[in-house]
């Protein structure tokens, strides 16, 4: 007998994962296809997320920012340490038995909520009918009264530097190391370069980021990106901007790659080369030729504000539609459609969503840039506050970055919170907590901050949009 469910999820990421619990929370029968694997064969809920992007990439980050800790900051404190090593493996291990906790926790999650897991590849038919592959080869054929489609998105590959997984890897590879590449060659200075970048670097690789724009982080404020090119070049990463990747040459343990900028044609030998100039949509094999839904020119499924594809009662929700690719936004999507589906009112709010890079320090930001602002018109107020200036940030020794709020000049209204700096993550949420609620500067500023914090540092940023920083000179005078 053909299997039927409320809703049927296919893909079992951040984005599909969420959906198909909160699906089952609001009482409906779901079931979640996933086909990945992890090393062992077993199949792996989680999506990029879990198994090979956020988490195990932040955790080979707090791994190495604590050697680069223990090697460098620990003096001023009056520790000593003696020679601090490295044990690569261990690292790498640490990072894959949290991912195995994590994916296993949504499995757990699945059990405890009704959400009945698939493994296979799913791929939409007509009719809201979903083909399933299983591992053995069999196929099953099961209906939903509404799919949503979750399949995410892969790194995205370029022709002069093909990825062999030993001496060219994509991101998945730069997870799995096993010793330091003395020299490491990056191509794409966006965040995952830099995440990956700043893991080797910490622990002693001598880093080449190529970049072939020549702007440093175009999304990020201005003055942010200003000041994070200055420290992460400080900190050892060789950025090169402009600097387009023409072509590599792997010669046994060795890459020599060509790229060329404003000089012409240029070489460089790197141990490892990691690949990361982006992601793209998956939707291979995944719909039918009459399945109905469309997919655009730049290889997304075609969706409306609220994620709803051209089928009624099909929707595609994460990396695979357009928008940033951040799994906080896939989760949200899933999380709208599903309320939509119960007949609730639910639209999440695309302004908001904010965006982190986790480099040291931490660059993070919600709303609209500066130069967004001006660009459209809108004329503004702004305020800055350097941690160099925070109390809580001279106790930790972590004074580099600011915090810098944005205001309409006509209604005070926060516009955009952009932050570089210790716990830059954390903060822009407070940022975003207020923006959600329409707050002004005002309301910042006349809030009582814990003392002392680094969230003070947005209170004064807040109250130096009018002038009133206590703590800092006002370059805006009331
Ligand atoms: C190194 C790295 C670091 C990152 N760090 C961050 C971060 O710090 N913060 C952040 O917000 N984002 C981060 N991201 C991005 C984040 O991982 C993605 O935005 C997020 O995982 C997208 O979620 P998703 O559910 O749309 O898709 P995915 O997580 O890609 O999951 C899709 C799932 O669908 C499965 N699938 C695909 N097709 C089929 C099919 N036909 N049948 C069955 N299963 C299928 C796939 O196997 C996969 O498991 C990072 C990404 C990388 C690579």
């Not at 709208?336 to 993070?364: C, F």
Request: overall charge negative; charged content about 20%.
């Amino acid at each position: 007998m053909t299997q039927k469910f409320d809703v049927v999820v296919i893909g079992a990421g951040p984005g599909g994962y969420v959906a198909a619990i909160k699906a089952a929370q609001l009482g409906l029968t779901t079931a979640c296809i996933e086909k990945y694997t992890d090393k062992e064969g077993k199949l792996a809920l989680g999506g990029t997320c879990l198994n090979v992007g956020c988490i195990p990439s932040k955790a080979l980050l707090d791994s190495s920012w604590k050697f680069h800790e223990a090697q460098d900051g620990f003096a001023i404190h009056g520790i000593s340490t003696g020679d601090v090593k490295m044990d690569v493996p261990a690292m790498v291990g640490r990072k894959a038995n949290i991912v195995k906790n994590l994916t296993s926790g949504v499995a757990t999650l699945f059990k405890a909520n009704g959400v009945t897991s698939i493994q296979g590849h799913g791929k939409l038919l007509m009719g809201k009918k979903v083909e399933v592959t299983k591992p053995d080869g069999s196929v099953e054929v099961i209906e939903a009264e509404n799919v949503i489609l979750a399949p995410g998105s892969r790194p995205i590959d370029i022709p002069p530097a093909p990825v062999d997984q030993n001496v060219i890897v994509d991101s998945t590879g730069a997870l799995e190391f096993q010793t330091v590449p003395k020299r490491l060659g990056v191509i794409g200075a966006g965040v995952i370069g830099l995440e990956l970048g700043s893991v080797w670097s910490r622990l002693g690789a001598q880093v080449t980021v190529l970049e072939a724009l020549d702007t440093f982080l175009m999304a990020a404020d201005a003055a942010v990106s200003k000041e994070a090119l200055k420290t992460l070049t400080k900190q050892g990463l060789d950025i090169k901007l402009g600097a387009r990747v023409t072509g590599s040459k792997v010669n046994g343990e060795e890459v020599v790659v060509t790229y060329t900028d404003t000089n012409g044609e240029q070489t460089i030998t790197f141990d490892k080369l990691i690949v990361a100039v982006g992601r793209r949509p998956v939707t291979t094999d995944l719909l039918a030729a009459d399945s109905g839904v469309e997919i655009d020119e730049r290889g997304f499924i075609a969706v409306d504000d609220q994620c709803a594809t051209a089928v009624p009662g099909v929707f595609a929700i994460g990396d695979v539609v357009r928008g940033m690719m951040l799994a906080h936004k896939a989760s949200e999507e899933g999380i709208m459609v599903v309320e939509r589906i119960k007949g609730h009112k639910a639209q999440m709010n695309y302004d908001l969503i904010p965006s982190v890079i986790y480099t040291h320090p931490e660059i993070a930001w919600v709303g609209k840039t500066e130069q967004a602002l001006k660009a459209e018109g809108v004329e503004v107020n702004v305020g800055t506050f350097p941690f160099a200036a925070s109390g809580r940030a001279m106790a930790a020794n972590d004074t580099g970055g600011f915090v810098k709020v944005i205001a309409d000049a006509k209604t005070d209204r926060v516009l955009g919170v952009h932050v570089i700096g210790p716990s830059a993550a954390e903060l822009v949420q407070q940022g975003a907590i207020g923006m959600e609620f329409g707050t002004s500067a005002e309301d910042l500023g006349m809030m009582v901050f814990s003392h002392p914090t680094l969230s003070e540092a947005l209170h004064e940023a807040a109250l130096a949009v009018n002038g009133g920083a206590i703590h800092v000179a006002n370059r805006k005078k009331r």
